[in-house]
């Protein structure tokens, strides 16, 4: 959506709301034009990834809950 900067500055909240839900929004001033993105397509843009600490710590399946025991049976025999 286009926007007339006066019209952006007075509803910047609604603006950022856009651009978050629904995509870039441009913002006109006379000749020159601005493109307001979420953070998120900024990071798709120019190409930020994750570092895998933070991967594992925001898009992994939490862990605290499970639980792991081991095997108590003995071991096997091995013939050296």
């Given at each position: 959506m286009e926007w007339l900067l006066a019209d952006a500055k007075n509803k910047l909240s609604?603006?950022?709301?856009?651009a978050v839900t629904?995509?870039?929004q441009q913002i006109k001033r006379r000749?020159?034009?601005?493109?307001?993105i979420s953070q998120k397509d900024y990071d798709?843009?120019?190409g930020q990834k994750l570092n895998?600490?933070?991967f594992l710590l925001t898009k992994t399946p939490s862990l605290f809950d499970l639980?792991?025991?081991r095997d108590q049976s003995p071991?096997?025999?091995v013939e050296l």
């Open positions: 609604e603006v950022v709301t856009l629904e995509g870039p000749n020159d034009r601005v493109v307001l798709k843009l120019t895998f600490k933070d639980e792991i025991t071991m096997r025999n």
